[in-house]
């Protein structure tokens, strides 16, 4: 092979190879044919008996398909359904070989360049959201609505908690998952190199399309988009119906892709039981992604049904239900909060011993503790649904189902604990956001059961109380998971270090921006102000603009945060190959990380943790080892 | 990378043998068998709503008087073609897996993506014409929703199943049909959909559960 003989193929220039240029430029003019060139009054669509739903639907089909040509996605597949040969070039770009900062705008199949968009997509994506968030809470400073009438409030409400969450769901998954999933478990590549890829234009293009509602009246329904409101939306809500049915598409695929790579491609030795917890985390991750995605897919494509082609799968008066609806999308939307928290728990876990200089506490209860929050979360959809009429007899069985996701929560927590104890405890950046995980976490658990019990909850529920309990849970835990691996995997990634100083800075003022607005925001929901309006009572102002002012705090933690990733990128100071003299495998190969992360299929002999042991975690370079002990099973 | 384990199907009919199943075997029929799990969780969100609208029954609007399902024929005719698609794949891929017989596998797979194609041909034709209005309660958008859905899956599947058969045509076989077994599980996945829709759709509704 070419990289092999050190001899590459001569390539043909960069604007006539497919990329992302090309991808949008192509995406968006095929949406402006159809909307506005087809699509516009007393035009060729409408003139056939088109809607202006139906119209939107073809405008965003037509930008995918066209946005997927431009990105050359389909060049192989039809060259080889088709049976012609691909070229050594191409083979070549697609797997990264050639290097350079272009391979982070192609189509790239290296799941260390994937890992890289998923993670600098989702950081955009956060600064987005995170600048909606601010405009909703200056909005908020006064009981009246100053600077926003209050359906456009509603749109940014709705545009903020869909960006957020579509995000959220592949925070630790898409970014740590795709990157780093190989190299924990000794593997050359991730299973579908191409599913892979897909996944993540899938949920760029998610990202992207969302704003695009606002062209179209936005839409208000929150980011649960309730049927029967959806089905009466403006135009504006077929981009909420596209953004989750790509990021549904997307995240199922990344499940598939995770779930076989774990399962079918761990080096030899690298038994369950040595699998980091990370690695565990993902995995229960990847199963419920790949199992409760497609139900999210399934009812939003149902709402796009019921809006495009008027069926009336949740009118009541055309024998529709808005239950059926709840009911089905709490189904997913509960494995969801999973999908986003549990992955974080993995990478807090991972943290902690390097930082403790111990071996994890209870590694076993741990691994228990999050596939039984995978498998509960799958029983507790209806306590979303306990003011909304649903049958009394059914309120018991899921209040406690819910309130025993307490108990694997527990051993996760127990395996934290045991950790820190009696460690020699280093209070690196992150470090500092792997333990804040725990207090945000548990505060989120306490709220929570005050929401999943029903006398509390009839009072509680639409308030402010569910949305800082739920603030607590996605951003306390998830967010600042996020952030402890990008402290913690910065070396490997770029070779270099972040400032520490920087780090302190972001994260002293992102811990205590963050607290102080979901604090206060949990002390509104209790003085009854309730969720989704831009006006509140006067008496509410005191404690509104307390929790603005926090808030804003916590958006500014976000400029060092940026300055210090983007300067360090570039000329941040040198890291050794293994800072943290961690035994995990990810830390064994070089940086940069070569196209095939090793040079042969390592030999595992032992775990990530084992910090008394003399023996390295595997032999790297098995066919060079003479007497080699044996792996295990 | 994986190497490329292609080669002229004239070479796999004299080297026919059983092989042990390499990684990317494994792999194959490991993504197959997770990508139909996850198409059931997507079909039963839909199969959830012909239980829970129909024991509902809102404002009597489940079947309203008058409403009744499309030609029986058609129903009958899209789940025979669809089985029939599947039973020539299986049929094929058995006696090319087992037997070396590629010139059988090769016609099979024709005959599979001519009656899928047709299959596709009908179920738009039922779309189209349905014979009742599409605001004519909760069977009536179930059953557009359920068959629009079903009708992409197909269309899918015959695109890939005509690209597998021009593959076949020009020899390019996998070489111990590990793929060629992948597609056959997910047809009959596919088969077994087509089935239950037709159950589902035209039989059960009729002899209502409450």
Known sequence: MAVATGVMPARRSWLMRPNMLWAFVLGIAAFVFVVWGLGHDGGLLPSWGLEINQIMFLGYGAAILFFFIGLGVFNEPVKWLLGIPISEEEELERYGAYGGIDRYFRYTLDHKVIGIQYMVTILAAFCLGGFIAMLIRTELLTPNARFTDPETYLSLVTEHSVIMLVMASSIIIGSFGNYFIPLFIGSKRMAFPRIEALSFWLFLLAIVIMPTALFFGGSQTGWTGYAPLADQMHAGHDAY????????TANTLVGINLVATIWLMRAPGMTWSRMNLTCWSVLVGAILDWLAMPIMVAVQSMVGFDRALLTGLFVPVQGGSAFFYENVFWTFGHPEVYILAIPGMGIVLDILPVFT???IYAYRAAVVGMLGIGLLSWFVWQHHLFVSGLTPGLRPFFMFSTEMISFPTGLVFLAALGTLYGGAIRFKTAMLFAVAFFPDFLLGGFSGIFVSDVPSDVQLHGSYWVQAHFHFI?????????FAGIYFWFPKFTGRRLNERLGQVHFWLMWIGFNGTFITLAIVGIMGMSRRYATYFPYLQGVNVTATIFAYLLGISIIPFLWNFIYSWGWGEKAEENPYQSRSLEWQVPTPIPVDNFEEIPLVLSGPYEYWSNQPMAILKPSE????????N | MAESTQFHSDAAEQAFAPVPRSLDDRLTLLSVRMFYI?????F???????VYLQIMNLNNMWLPHGIDHPPAWIGVSEVVLVLLAGSAYFVGQWFGMYRGNFSLLRLMLWVASLLTVVAVIIHIYELHNPGFSL????????????????????????LVLIGVAIRAQKGLFSRNGIAVAGFGEYFGWL???????FLALYVQPFFPIA
Do not use: C
Not at chain 1, 625 to 632: E, K, L, R, V
Not at chain 2, 38 to 42: D, K, L, Q, R, V
Not at chain 2, 191 to 196: D, H, Q, R
């Open chain 1, 241 to 248: 119906i596209t953004t989750w049915a790509l990021a549904g």
């Open chain 2, 191 to 197: 088969a077994g959909v087509a089935l239950f829709n």
């Open chain 2, 38 to 42: 996850a198409g059931s969780f997507f």
């Open chain 2, 135 to 158: 605001q004519g309660g909760g069977y009536v958008s179930l059953f557009i929703a359920i068959e629009t859905v079903f009708t992409i899956f197909l269309v899918v599947t015959a």
């Open chain 1, 625 to 632: 080892s003479a007497g080699t002990p044996a792996a295990g």
């Open chain 1, 474 to 482: 996605l951003m306390g835990a998830t967010l600042f998971a996020f």
């Open chain 1, 357 to 359: 200089r111990r071996p």
């Open chain 2, 44 to 50: 039963a969100s839909f199969y959830f709503g012909l």
